[in-house]
């Protein structure tokens, strides 16, 4: 199972024990994958369609428990994916229909005429909980999330920009920052922050899936900053050999033209130390020198045999 059908089958056994959520919810279902059936003689029908059958039994539910309807269902096969079923229930009972859509405001009368209502209909998610239930119908009906191991992603589709554009701003009023693309004549709501995919999660209600999200994060987020430390540390010891290497360079330079000798005495001890103590840090030389010197005063010392060196070479006309 993936984990976007992981979160719809949590979500679907989630049923609102108060009848605005459960019409809320319905609502946003028949928005992102229904469609009302006005005919000449004004008679009205309602076919839902999806793949998931656990979607296809919590809409069935709703509308039982919400206005005592019983739905006709049919499945079928997907003629483009023959692995995959789809299942179509339907409102054929223009009383029954009426009643569920007058009660969604999902219909209304213009001029005479039944004609569908674009959009979220205000009266239904004035409540915070029924923003809530809104959300989730939504995410049943078309959404998706991404599997977290591999990206941060979750999108809801929809054909009415419209539409899209309030969910998208029912969505950013729980402090969020979604934003819609246009993909193929549909509209996608989608958020790619992985806080925010937590936060909507937990929103909808689906909160084992969310536990497991964040769990996915947090191995992530460790993994992470084991490679940056891993790689700061490789970073540093590069340079470190680096340096250590162009040291040992130039007092091998002086040894052969001046001969260590001839440095001050606190270089020439310096020196024959970086020799000695190859794999030595600059604080173990500083500790072996009498007295003690500090990692800032070894680095200072080795800096001035370097300027020697290079003097060296530009006397010499270059190095061996």
Same mark, same amino acid.
């Given at each position: 199972?993936?984990?976007?059908?992981?979160?719809?089958?949590?979500?679907?056994?989630?049923?609102?024990?108060?009848?605005?959520?459960?019409?809320?919810?319905?609502?946003?279902?028949?928005?992102?994958?229904?469609?009302?059936?006005?005919?000449?003689?004004?008679?009205?029908?309602?076919?839902?369609?999806?793949?998931?059958?656990?979607?296809?039994?919590?809409?069935?539910?709703?509308?039982?428990?919400?206005?005592?309807?019983?739905?006709?269902?049919?499945?079928?096969?997907?003629?483009?994916?023959?692995?995959?079923?789809?299942?179509?229930?339907?409102?054929?009972?223009?009383?029954?229909?009426?009643?569920?859509?007058?009660?969604?405001?999902?219909?209304?009368?213009?001029?005479?005429?039944?004609?569908?209502?674009?959009?979220?209909?205000?009266?239904?998610?004035?409540?915070?909980?029924?923003?809530?239930?809104?959300?989730?119908?939504?995410?049943?009906?078309?959404?998706?999330?991404?599997?977290?191991?591999?990206?941060?992603?979750?999108?809801?589709?929809?054909?009415?920009?419209?539409?899209?554009?309030?969910?998208?701003?029912?969505?950013?009023?729980?402090?969020?920052?979604?934003?819609?693309?246009?993909? &193929?004549?549909?509209?996608?709501?989608? *958020?790619?922050?992985? /806080?925010? =995919?937590? !936060?909507? @999660?937990?929103?909808?209600?689906?909160?084992?899936?969310?536990?497991?999200?964040?769990?996915?994060?947090?191995?992530?987020?460790?993994?992470?900053?084991?490679?940056?430390?891993?790689?700061?540390?490789?970073?540093?010891?590069?340079?470190?050999?680096?340096?250590?290497?162009?040291?040992?360079?130039?007092?091998?330079?002086?040894?052969?033209?001046?001969?260590?000798?001839?440095?001050?005495?606190?270089?020439?001890?310096?020196?024959?130390?970086?020799?000695?103590?190859?794999?030595?840090?600059?604080?173990?030389?500083?500790?072996?020198?009498?007295?003690?010197?500090? &990692?800032?005063?070894?680095?200072?010392? *080795?800096?001035?045999? /370097?300027? =020697?060196? !290079?003097? @060296?070479?530009?006397?010499?006309?270059?190095?061996?």
């Amino acid at each position: 199972m993936s984990f976007s059908s992981q979160v719809k089958s949590e979500l679907a056994r989630h049923i609102e024990t108060s009848r605005h959520c459960r019409i809320a919810e319905i609502a946003a279902l028949i928005n992102m994958c229904g469609e009302i059936l006005i005919h000449e003689d004004q008679k009205i029908s309602i076919k839902f369609q999806t793949e998931n059958a656990a979607v296809a039994r919590k809409y069935f539910t709703l509308l039982k428990k919400t206005f005592n309807i019983n739905t006709e269902v049919l499945i079928r096969k997907n003629t483009q994916l023959k692995k995959n079923q789809v299942y179509f229930l339907f409102v054929t009972n223009t009383e029954q229909a009426m009643k569920l859509l007058k009660a969604t405001g999902l219909i209304m009368e213009q001029e005479g005429r039944l004609i569908r209502r674009r959009g979220i209909y205000p009266l239904i998610i004035q409540s915070f909980c029924c923003k809530r239930a809104y959300i989730r119908g939504a995410f049943l009906g078309a959404g998706s999330l991404s599997d977290p191991e591999k990206a941060y992603h979750l999108e809801f589709v929809n054909q009415d920009y419209l539409h899209s554009q309030e969910l998208k701003n029912l969505i950013n009023l729980f402090q969020m920052d979604s934003k819609i693309v246009e993909r &193929k004549k549909h509209y996608i709501v989608y *958020l790619k922050e992985g /806080s925010q =995919i937590v !936060d909507l @999660l937990n929103i909808m209600g689906a909160h084992l899936a969310l536990m497991d999200l964040e769990n996915v994060r947090i191995i992530k987020e460790m993994r992470n900053n084991v490679n940056r430390i891993v790689n700061c540390e490789t970073a540093n010891l590069n340079k470190t050999v680096s340096a250590a290497v162009k040291h040992l360079e130039d007092i091998d330079y002086i040894e052969q033209h001046m001969g260590l000798s001839s440095l001050p005495k606190s270089l020439e001890e310096v020196a024959r130390l970086r020799v000695q103590y190859t794999e030595a840090s600059l604080k173990e030389l500083g500790s072996m020198l009498n007295p003690p010197v500090g &990692k800032s005063g070894v680095n200072h010392r *080795l800096r001035k045999i /370097s300027m =020697i060196a !290079d003097r @060296l070479r530009e006397e010499k006309g270059g190095s061996l």
